[in-house]
Structure formats: structure tokens, C-alpha cells
């Protein structure tokens, strides 16, 4: 059995202060509180994170680049506590920003994006999100020409941002031919799968659902645009019920049958994986899943495949 890996690169967490950015989706919910690296770096102690990558936390639209400026001035005030027991802390704080974008507005995102670029940092700043998991909005959308325009505005050279995209196979599974569409017409475009499309977790080898969702993968896997999957955001689309190792290592080797080890990083989706189980939990499920692979592997989708995908040093 391969070590456990430690110091690894989480591709996914989420932050935010509500005092200070509007985020209507969290009113009345248990995420109505400050979320930053003070708890997270308690949650991650056990592995440790190196680096870690802030994602866009789905903010009134409105509040974007507010969102955008309130990350990039909590990134360079962020000092790691020195804990007298370890020669390093827990967290080594954020090294790439996923920001929100409003694409769909086709050529006028171009001001936007300049103007994000400049309160970011081009140096922060890796790629841009725009959510497409609604399941009451029309999954064909995100193929809409102002859609497509503002996507493929991303891949210029003034840009060149990743695109990460965010859909909900479990509870409208006609997201993912469209999704699959889009790839397809942005060709110098690079785009990230977040939460491996976030499958229907519940289901088995052989169901209906299930296989839906794998073939999705196929077929989306067979774009080189398409530069990582994250292996992430798992034990929230189950329903009910502990996540484990049986239940959604069919998920996670689909991902990496279809994609690569090469083309596969984790992401610990804190702090909605709370609503799951936990980030500690999650990793651990993970590693039971992954402990098969060779070191090698490990290491990739841990730490190696992050780095050279949102090119960290």
C-alpha cells in the first residue's frame, strides 16, 4: 500500500466574509457565517495543504468584482500560523484565484475581464467560473451565441483564462450534451470539469443514470481542451447516508479510465463538503479509493497535476 500523501494542493475551497460580499444563496442556511483560513486551516491539519486555489462562491452578480477585489486583498494579508510543534503551518495559503465572469454576456465581458485582471493580478488570477448547474434554467444556455462569444473571448491572448465549468448531471442530466457542445465550439479555450459533473451518486455500475453520466465523461474526456477534471465535490451529491469507498470509487475510476491520470486533480470543495460529511472525510474516502494506485498517481492527482494546471510554483 502506497503512504498516505501529506502537504497536498487543494484545487478548490471557498471563502467569504457575508459582512463584506452579498451572497444571497446562503441566507437562512447553516453557511451564513465567515468561512476563511482561520477554520479551514484547523479542518486541513491532519493532511496539510501547500496550496490552495479560491473559486468564485457564487455571489449576486452584482458583487462580482467586489468578491474579486475582496480575495486578492485577503490573499496578501493572509500570514500561515506557526504552529511550535510543526515545521510548517497546516495551510500555505492561496496561489490562484477562479474568479466570476458574467460570459454569457458575449463581447462585453471582454471590459469586465480587463478590468478583473488589473484587481486581481494577472499573476493571481487563473481562470473564471459562471455556474450552469440550475436545473429550472435551460440546459441549452450555455450554447447560446453571447454564451459561446464571451467563452471564446477567454482563450485570447490577452487572456487566456481557463474556463471552469460547473454543471449538475444529477438532477438534469441534459446539462452535459450541451456542456459537451460548448467544448466543442471554444477549441483555444481551456476548460476545467469541476465535481466530475457532479454524477448521480446514488447510482450504480449498470443503471441508467449511471451510465449516462460515464458516457458523458467519454465524450468529453476526447477534447484535449479540456485540461483537468477535479475529483471533487462527491459526498455532497449523495443522499443520505455516510459516504464510502464502495459507493463512489465507481465514480472516481470512470474519471480516471476516461481522462487520465494525467488530466485528474483533487479538490476538497470546503466548506459545502460540511453538508456531506466533512473536507477530512472527504480525503479520507478519497485515499481509501486511490490507495491501488502506484505513488506516482498518488502524487499527480495530489500535487503535480494542480501545479502544472494552474501553473504553481
Not at 495543504?49 to 496578501?76: N, S
Not at 500570514?79 to 495559503?93: C, T, V, Y
Not at 499573476?123 to 451565441?145: F, K, N
Not at 459545502?272 to 490507495?291: A, H, K, P, R, T
Request: net charge negative.
Amino acid at each position: 500500500m502506497a503512504p498516505r500523501l501529506t502537504n497536498i494542493i487543494d484545487t478548490h475551497i471557498h471563502f467569504w466574509h457575508p459582512d463584506k460580499v452579498k451572497i444571497p444563496w446562503m441566507k437562512g442556511t447553516p453557511f451564513e457565517t465567515t468561512k476563511d483560513a482561520e477554520e479551514y486551516s484547523q479542518q486541513v491539519q491532519r493532511i496539510g495543504v501547500q496550496q490552495g486555489i479560491y473559486v468564485e462562491t457564487d455571489v449576486d452578480a452584482r458583487h462580482g468584482l467586489v468578491e474579486a477585489a475582496w480575495i486578492r486583498d485577503y490573499v496578501d494579508n493572509y500570514r500561515p500560523r506557526q504552529d511550535g510543534k510543526m515545521a510548517s503551518a497546516s495551510f500555505g495559503g492561496i496561489t490562484g484565484v477562479v474568479a466570476f465572469a458574467p460570459v454569457d454576456q458575449g463581447e462585453h465581458v471582454r471590459s469586465y475581464l480587463q478590468l478583473l485582471q488589473r484587481l486581481v493580478g494577472k499573476t493571481l488570477l487563473r481562470g473564471v467560473r459562471y455556474l450552469l448547474q440550475d436545473a429550472t434554467l435551460d440546459p441549452r444556455r450555455m450554447v447560446s451565441p453571447d454564451f459561446v462569444q464571451g467563452v471564446r473571448i477567454l482563450g485570447e491572448e490577452e487572456f487566456k483564462l481557463m474556463f471552469e465549468m460547473v454543471i449538475d448531471c444529477h438532477r438534469c442530466p441534459e446539462q452535459f450534451p450541451a456542456l459537451i457542445e460548448l467544448v466543442s465550439l471554444c477549441p483555444d479555450v481551456s476548460f476545467v470539469l469541476d465535481h466530475m459533473g457532479k454524477p448521480p451518486c446514488q447510482s450504480i455500475p449498470g443503471s441508467v443514470d449511471f451510465d449516462r453520466w460515464a458516457s458523458c465523461m467519454k465524450q468529453l474526456a476526447q477534447y484535449p481542451n479540456v485540461v483537468m477534471c477535479k475529483v471533487s465535490g462527491l459526498i455532497t451529491e449523495l443522499e443520505g447516508g455516510s459516504p464510502t469507498a464502495k459507493q463512489l470509487g465507481p465514480f472516481v475510476q470512470v474519471a480516471k479510465d476516461v481522462f487520465g491520470i494525467d488530466r485528474l486533480c483533487f479538490g476538497g470543495d470546503w466548506p459545502i463538503c460540511d453538508s456531506g460529511g466533512s473536507w477530512q472525510i472527504w480525503v479520507d474516502v478519497l485515499q481509501e479509493i486511490v490507495q491501488a494506485w502506484s505513488p506516482e498517481e498518488q502524487i499527480k492527482l495530489f500535487i503535480t497535476n494542480a501545479q502544472r494546471c494552474y501553473q504553481l510554483v
